[in-house]
C-alpha cells in the first residue's frame, strides 16, 4: 500500500481559509465587547459548593476575584476560576493538590491532569490555610 | 462488487453549510450582544473554534478510514438496497437511530466519552459550541456505530450523507437565544432538549442523546424536559478550568493513561477504559449515576434551614 499525503493544494486552502474565517469570528466576538469576566464571591462560592452537595468551611478568594480556594464540609477542597462569564470549580481530596502557600501568594497543583495550576494573590493569608502548606495532606 | 451509483451529484453538504455556519454565529453574537440573552466570551469561542479547525485537519488526514471501513463493511452487505426514496426515508431513520447509540455509548462509555468530552468541555452554550468538535473521534474508532448499516446494506455515500445532514441539524440547536418550541419539541431534537443534554445540573445528567429525531429518547428512557425552574449550567461535571485546546483535546486519554499504567489489576484496567466516566476500582470517584444517586436522596431531606425554622 503506497501512503499518499492527504494534504492536497485544495486541502491547504481549505484549512487556511477556514482559520482566516475563524480569526474573523474570533475577531467578532471580542469587538462585541464579549470579554466579560464573571466574579467570584462568597455566594457563588456557596453554590457551587451546594451543587455539590456540601457546605464551604473556610474560603479564600484572589485579590481579582478570578480565582478561590476553600475548604469543604466533607473535607475536601475545592478550586474555583474564572472561565469567562462561568466559573469553573475543581473538587478534590486535599491529598492530590500540592499547596505553596505563602502571607500573599497562594499556588495549588493536582496530581493528575483534570485542572490547570492555581495561581492567587491573596490579601492576607488566614489561618486555616497554613495547614495545606506543606502539600495538603492532613485532609 | 460496487456500490450501486447515486442517482444524483452528492453535494458536499458541510462544506456549503459552513457560510451559513459562519452567518448564523455572526447573527448570534448580535443578537446576544443587544438581548443580553444568552452568553459569549471570545476565548471560550476561540477554543470552539480551534477545535473544529482541528477536527477538519485530522478529518482530511485520516478521515479516509472511515470511508475504507464503511466500503470494507459493505462487501459484506445483506441486502442490495439501492438508491430509492423508502430505502433513503429508512436510511435516514436508521442512521438517526445509530446516531442515538453512538452519543449515548460516548456519555455512558470512558473509551467513547474521551473524544465526545470535547463537545461538552464549554461552560458556555452557543452556536461556537456546536463546533467544538473531537480531534479524535476517527482514532477512538466512533464510527464503528454506523456499520451494521452497512452490513444491512445501506449504501455507504447514503449513510455519509444523513451523518452529514445529521451534523448540519445540530448546528443550531446549541444557542439559548430559542426558548421552547411548542408541538415541535414533540418529534424533533431542538435548542431546548440539548440544552439539557449539555447541563451539568444532577437533574439533566446522561439525557437527550438524539441527533434529529427526540423520539429514540422518549422511547429508551433518556429524554428529560427543561425546567423552567432550574437553569442549565453547562460543561462537564469536573470543569476544565482551561482554554488551551489540547488540553481540551487530549486531557481525558491522558486521564485514562494515567488510570491504567497505575492500575493493580487487569479487571481495573477494563475498568478505567470501559467503565463509565468517573469509574474506580474503590467507588471513591463519581460516576453520574452516583451523582443523581446522591442529588435524588439530597431531595428527599429537608435543607438544615428548614429543619431549623420547624
Known sequence: MQFENPFGVEELIELGGSAAVVLLMIGVAAVLGFRMSARIDDGELTRLAEAEGVRVDNSVIAQNGRTAFARLSDGR????RVMGADVSARFAPASIVRMNVNARRLNATFADTGFPPLKMRLDDSPAWLKEFSSGGDKA | MTPPAAPFELPPIITYAVPGFVLLIIIEMIAVRLTKKGRYEYRDSASSLAMGLGNRVFGIAIGGLVVLAYFGVYQFRLFNLGW??????????????????????????????????VHHSSQHYNL????????????????????????????????????????????????????????????????????????????????????V?????????????????????????????????????????AGIWRDVTHAKSIKDVFGYVFGPPGWSPDGSRKTSASIKAEWAARQQTPPASAVAAE
Open chain 1, 77 to 80: 477542597v475545592m478550586v474555583a
Open chain 2, 84 to 117: 430509492t426514496w423508502p430505502v433513503m426515508i429508512a436510511c435516514f431513520f436508521a442512521e438517526d437511530l445509530a446516531y442515538y447509540w453512538f452519543h449515548r455509548i460516548a456519555h455512558e462509555r470512558r473509551f467513547f466519552w474521551a473524544s465526545h468530552i
Open chain 2, 128 to 211: 461556537t459550541t456546536a463546533l467544538r468538535q473531537t480531534w479524535t473521534g476517527t482514532l477512538g474508532l466512533n464510527f464503528i456505530f454506523w456499520l451494521p448499516l452497512l452490513y444491512i446494506g445501506f449504501p455507504p455515500l447514503m449513510v455519509l450523507m444523513f451523518s452529514s445532514i445529521s451534523l448540519v441539524y445540530q448546528f443550531w440547536i446549541h444557542t439559548e437565544l430559542i426558548d421552547r418550541m411548542g408541538p415541535f419539541e414533540w418529534i424533533f431534537n431542538t435548542p431546548s432538549h440539548h440544552r439539557v443534554h449539555h447541563a451539568t445540573n444532577a437533574k439533566y445528567l446522561d439525557a437527550n442523546y438524539a441527533g
Open chain 2, 213 to 253: 429525531l427526540i423520539i429514540w429518547d422518549r422511547m429508551f428512557g433518556t429524554f428529560v424536559p427543561e425546567d423552567a425552574k432550574e437553569k442549565p449550567h453547562y460543561g462537564i461535571v469536573s470543569q476544565l478550568g482551561t482554554f488551551n485546546p489540547f488540553r481540551i483535546a487530549f486531557h481525558e486519554w
